[in-house]
């Protein structure tokens, strides 16, 4: 199936901790994205890449740091895990051109306690 | 900056009826692209319909249709014959243009509207 896939779909973890969550995508596109969706369900863009360079990069704590591999990767790790990172976090891709729509992941519901 | 909103935390429909989400945006770009997403409670993001702003003509998709009003900056999706699947957070979202790269911005999205669909 052609998608983007990320995992885990649940993480569960404690205040402190050191976690990962991992993108992949086969649709052939040159652009990847992260996307934090609150418990408000509101969508924020943290970080894009395109063709492996970092293009955006919002107002987002250093404790997150994306890593792409290659074009069809964007992992994102989290250090020092706080409370208030509990949320949804998607992936998605796209080609760069603008009428080129975001296809996402299912989403990572992660819980910090 | 650009911004989007959705004015509507939550609507409600009977099955069957048709429906009308209300979206705005904000921006000072003349090409851009705008988008209705719907998340169910599967959490999925499925794209809905797609609006080029360079285009009059009101994009169609079977039982969802846009009334894009660019001077007003204006982009509302109506959905017809509402059913039960239809039920889901309704997200509307913008897309710069700038040629090659300006993509990378990806989304700007609204809050998002609630569908109800009572049976």
């Known amino acids: 199936d052609t998608a983007v896939s990320q995992t885990p779909k649940y993480l569960v973890t404690q205040m402190g901790n050191d976690k990962s969550i991992k993108c992949e995508q086969n649709l052939g596109h040159d652009t990847m994205y992260w996307y934090k969706q609150d418990s408000k369900k509101f969508l924020k863009i943290m970080f894009s890449?395109?063709?492996?360079?970092?293009?955006i990069n919002e107002t987002v704590p250093n404790r997150f740091s994306p890593k792409s591999p290659d074009k069809a990767h964007l992992n994102l790790h989290i250090n020092s895990l706080e409370l208030g990172d509990s949320a949804v976090y998607f992936c998605a891709s796209s080609h760069v051109t603008g009428n080129s729509p975001l296809h996402f992941g299912n989403g990572t519901r992660l819980t910090v306690t | 900056a650009q911004t989007v909103t959705q004015s509507q935390p939550e609507m409600s429909v009977q099955e069957a009826e048709t429906v009308t989400l209300s979206c705005t945006y904000d921006t000072s770009e003349s090409d851009y692209y705008l988008f209705w997403y719907k998340q169910p409670p599967s959490r999925q993001m499925i794209l809905v319909i797609r609006q080029e702003a360079y285009k009059q003509q009101n994009a169609t998709e079977n039982r969802f249709s846009v009334n894009f009003q660019k001077a007003a900056k204006s982009f509302s999706l109506k959905i017809s014959d509402s059913q039960l699947g239809d039920a889901a957070m309704y997200f509307c979202?913008?897309?710069?243009?700038?040629?090659?790269?300006?993509?990378?911005?990806?989304?700007?999205f609204g809050k998002g509207t609630h569908l109800i669909i009572q049976p």
């Open positions: 890449y395109n063709n492996k360079e970092l293009i």
């Open positions: 979202a913008y897309r710069r243009d700038q040629g090659l790269g300006g993509g990378a911005d990806g989304l700007t």
